[in-house]
């Protein structure tokens, strides 16, 4: 889809794409912010000694770029799964076994998805964090920016784990698998929300 295409889907009736592509969408630009700045500051003159850490910014930020692109796809996926599994036929026993196991699953794949997009916020506001405190001056802006938009990522991934974590039954294993991410999203978003106020604070240190 184009932006345009894009945003149209998001703002119409249709409940996916929702806030879980927006929140892999969000990590993405900041990929590419950072990209952007490591780009702008590899060949400037007076940097030299930076060329080797922009080169690894600009090449890890590509990777995550492209992988969180794909992710805004799979999370809609993930999500038409659940409706797929919820609309299998439930008349039999062997039926409904094999609809809740369909269901459990799509459960998780949803879960995990958004889950993936949180694990990568650590990574994309490092890559951020280089680029405002070794970056290009003139662009610091932007890297600030990188580093807005990937907490707003991880925020939003972690919003979307919450409500998939409640659809969850009360069987052991399947509230095992609720505590363990559970756990895991508090622990991401807790680091998330430390480096994204110490980023801040160097980013509004060096425009003041």
Not at 147 to 161: D, I, K, T
């Amino acid at each position: 889809m184009s932006l345009t295409a894009f945003v149209d889907e998001l703002a119409s009736e249709s409940p996916a794409p929702g806030g879980g592509s927006v929140a892999a969408l969000c990590g993405s630009l900041s990929a590419a912010l950072s990209a952007m700045v490591a780009n702008l500051t590899f060949d400037k003159k007076g940097f030299e000694e930076k060329k080797a850490m922009m080169e690894g910014v600009g090449r890890d930020a590509q990777r995550l770029k492209q992988w969180l692109l794909q992710t805004v796809d799979d999370d809609m996926l993930a999500f038409n799964r659940i409706l797929d599994a919820r609309r299998l036929a439930k008349g039999s026993e062997s039926e409904k076994a094999l609809r809740d196991a369909a269901i459990l699953e799509a459960n998780k794949a949803a879960t995990l998805t958004p889950l993936s997009v949180l694990q990568g916020g650590p990574v994309l506001l490092e890559l951020a964090s280089r680029v405002v405190e070794h970056g290009n001056p003139s662009s610091l802006s932007d890297g600030a920016v990188a580093a807005l938009v990937a907490a707003a990522a991880a925020e939003g991934a972690y919003y979307n784990v919450l409500i998939n974590l409640r659809d969850f039954g009360q069987s052991a294993s399947e509230q095992e698998f609720v505590t363990e991410t559970r756990a895991q999203a508090d622990k991401l978003i807790g680091v998330v929300r430390d480096r994204s106020e110490e980023i801040k604070k160097m980013a509004m240190a060096s425009l003041s």
